[in-house]
């Protein structure tokens, strides 16, 4: 799959003004030297309409990068916006290599077809796919109604080459845009397939979560899927990706079962059973066992403290798992601006709608553009605001609205499971009569006790996953970051300070962080927001 020749010469164009001669109006329009490019035009008399030796215009060359005033200049001296070179690439073409906004704008308020094609049948919209330039892409298409699902000669459409190339920002705005995601191209291949060729493990889970399933289906014309070819090609986290969301998506109670859902229910009514297993087994295998001697008043006293934090337990169990998470209603998003005006028109320069310049606040699924910190969840379908992750034994996300209720039910669950762990060890340890020589104490525990023996079985295995998830949760709040953003954190560009190494902007010490969250429940983002305008720079 090859993208734009406009990739080779753009290599070669790099500011070394320093080094290069300028030399012609050819290198003073691509180093932006307009005081010679005036000497060239007005005093040497050299022509800004014709191409150089390869056929490439002063014009382009400007629009490559960026430099409107010379773009201006070489427009008023009878530059020709329609003229192409020998690929039929015309200055648009260009401009989208670098995403060079205010050339373009120029170019087409001066009359320059936005559908433009050249050789391979690659307008603007494809070539700032092929180059990322989501920015570029959203500005021709909000602006000037540039089509972002029309195909070039080979029947591929911006989408497939953002795929192909993994640029996750530009699949999220032609996605969050309703691009065509089944679109065939002349190999049979959908932007999923190219996505899963190159192995980007991102644009696949964006394409696959914003998809309707179905591309998981379509074979290309060699007859495979995606995930065959991801198989094939030896991608297994990707394979395995594919095969989870297949089976997510299927009909068979096993395949539910095995991807994390029962229907809706996930795993919270297994969870909830085993403690309420636990609390009789510890009622009536512990506190209450008639072969064991009768229980002494601070024993018993401990036992129903254990009693009670399980109740607690199972009180902020109810809690965390039926309370709405956070969930982002679609305000902001398409809905309120459908009749109006595009969202995404005037995006870099409006600030105030919580928009940070940041690409994965878009959501392809939702149709929202939602705050930073927040995710979407295939499961919930829905985006959820400071989203940290989403518990199958909850069934339910965790996010801004129920992660102090999951912290606290997380370590109601280790003092129960330890509370509950001590009397029963005491019981035994002070409940067991002098063995016989040939009897083992772990023999006569097992025979005689099995109530006991099951019950410090569960009650270690939810010790233990109780413990691990209260420590990880806690250093977290201590840190005000999300789950989802310890384990991503490559992915968002609000977690980079400017030298690229990570750096956390809602962190605002150990003390408020937690008086923060036991207090409110989150911390307000916005507190510690600082102006971010990627777009606009
Ligand atoms: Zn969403
Ligand atoms: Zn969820």
């Known amino acids: 799959m090859a993208s734009s020749e406009i990739e080779v010469v753009s290599s070669e164009s790099q500011p070394k003004t320093q080094q290069i001669a300028i030399i012609d109006v050819f290198t003073a329009s691509a180093y932006g030297d307009f005081d010679k490019l005036r000497k060239f035009v007005e005093e040497d008399g050299a022509s800004v309409t014709t191409p150089d030796g390869n056929g490439y215009y002063a014009l382009q060359w400007a629009a ?133 060729i190159r192995g980007n493990v991102e644009a696949c889970t964006i394409l696959v979560h914003a998809g309707t399933k179905q591309e998981l289906l379509v074979k290309d014309k060699a007859g495979f899927t995606p995930i065959q070819i991801a198989s094939d090609k030896g991608h297994r986290q990707i394979a395995l990706f594919l095969s989870h969301a297949a089976r997510t998506n299927s009909n ?76 982002i209603k679609k305000h902001g998003g398409l809905d309120g601006f459908e009749d109006t005006e595009d969202p995404l028109l005037n995006i870099d320069m409006n600030n105030s709608s919580g928009w940070t310049g940041d690409w994965s606040q878009l959501c392809p699924t939702c149709k929202i553009i939602r705050p930073v910190r927040s995710k979407h969840c295939p499961l919930c379908k829905h985006c959820i605001e400071q989203f940290d992750h989403h518990c199958p034994w909850i069934s339910n996300c965790v996010g801004k609205r129920n992660k102090r209720d999951f912290f606290f039910f997380v370590c109601l669950g280790t003092l129960t499971s330890f509370v509950g762990a001590s009397v029963a060890v005491h019981r035994i340890w002070t409940g067991i009569p002098a063995l016989p020589a040939d009897e083992t104490w772990v023999h006569y525990v097992i025979i005689h006790h099995p109530g006991i023996v099951a019950f410090l079985f569960l009650d270690a295995i939810i010790l233990l996953a109780a413990t691990t998830l ?68």
């Open 252 to 327: 068979h109670l096993m395949d539910k079962f095995c991807s994390g859902r029962v229907g809706d229910v996930g795993y919270a009514p297994i969870l909830f059973c085993a403690i309420i297993v636990e609390v009789i087994l510890f009622i009536n295998s512990v506190l209450a066992a008639p072969n064991l001697p009768r229980i002494t008043a601070i024993v018993g006293l401990w036992g129903w403290i254990g009693v009670s934090l399980a109740i607690g337990s199972l009180i902020m169990f109810y809690r965390c798992s039926s309370k709405d998470p956070g969930y």
């Open 64 to 196: 490559l990068n960026n430099f409107l005033d010379i773009a201006q200049y070489i427009i008023e001296h009878g530059g020709n916006v329609h003229a192409s070179d020998n690929n039929k690439q015309t200055a648009l073409h260009w401009a989208a290599v670098r995403g060079s906004i205010a050339v373009a704008d120029l170019l087409l308020q001066n009359g320059a077809r936005v559908e433009a094609t050249d050789v391979n049948g690659f307008r603007a919209v494809h070539v700032a796919a092929q180059y990322g330039q989501t920015a570029f892409l959203n500005h021709i298409i909000a602006k000037y109604h540039a089509d972002y699902d029309v195909p070039d000669n080979d029947g591929r459409c911006p989408l497939h080459w953002a795929a192909y190339k993994g640029f996750t920002d530009t699949i999220r705005l032609l996605l969050f845009r309703d691009a065509s995601q089944s679109r065939q191209d002349k190999e049979g291949c959908t932007p999923l397939h190219w996505a899963v």
């Open 470 to 537: 209260a420590i990880v949760q806690a250093s977290q709040v201590a840190r005000n970051i999300t789950t989802n953003e310890f384990s991503n954190s490559i992915r968002y560009g609000y977690l980079r300070g400017p030298n690229g190494q990570f750096r956390n902007p809602y962190n605002h010490g150990c003390r408020k962080n937690c008086s923060d969250f036991l207090i409110r429940g989150y911390t307000e983002d916005e507190i510690a927001w600082p102006p971010l305008q990627r777009v606009a720079t």
